[in-house]
C-alpha cells in the first residue's frame, strides 16, 4: 500500500513563500513519477506541476511557470514543491501524486493522491 503524507502548507502574504513536502510512504524501493494538483473552492482539480522518475524532467502549469518549482530527492521518497511570490489566486488544497498512466496532466491519470494540504494566500 502506497500512502502520500504532503505537509508545508499554511497563510501567507501575497508576494510570500512556502516549501509544500510530500513522503512516499509504504512500497520502499520503487520511485514513482510524482507531481502535484491543486484544487480551489468551486473549481475543478488543477494541475500545478510534474516531475520524471529520475528527476531529470520537470513540467509546470503556466499559471505558475516561473514561480514554482518540482523538486525530488529518491533517497527519501520525497517530492517537493517551491511556491515564490504567491499569489491570492494560488489559494487552494494542495495534493501530492504519484504513478501516472496516461495524460499526466488529467487528475483521472494519477494512481495515488495525498490526503491535501491548505495553501491560503491573503492580498
Known amino acids: 500500500q502506497v500512502q502520500l503524507v504532503e505537509s508545508g502548507g499554511g497563510l501567507v502574504q501575497a508576494g510570500d513563500s512556502l516549501k509544500l513536502s510530500c513522503v512516499v510512504v509504504g512500497r520502499t524501493g520503487s520511485t514513482y513519477p510524482m507531481g502535484w494538483f491543486r484544487q480551489a473552492p468551486g473549481k475543478e482539480r488543477e494541475f500545478v506541476a510534474a516531475?520524471?522518475?529520475?528527476?531529470?524532467?520537470?513540467f509546470d502549469a503556466d499559471s505558475v511557470k516561473g514561480r514554482f518549482t518540482i523538486s525530488g530527492d529518491n533517497a527519501e521518497n520525497t517530492v517537493y514543491l517551491q511556491m515564490n511570490n504567491l499569489k491570492p489566486e494560488d489559494t487552494a488544497v494542495y495534493y501530492c501524486?504519484?504513478?501516472?498512466?496516461?495524460?499526466?496532466?488529467?487528475?483521472?491519470?494519477?494512481?495515488?493522491w495525498g490526503q491535501g494540504t491548505q495553501v491560503t494566500v491573503s492580498s
Open positions: 516531475i520524471t522518475q529520475d528527476g531529470r524532467g520537470t
Open positions: 501524486v504519484a504513478d501516472p498512466d496516461g495524460e499526466f496532466t488529467m487528475p483521472i491519470a494519477w494512481a495515488y
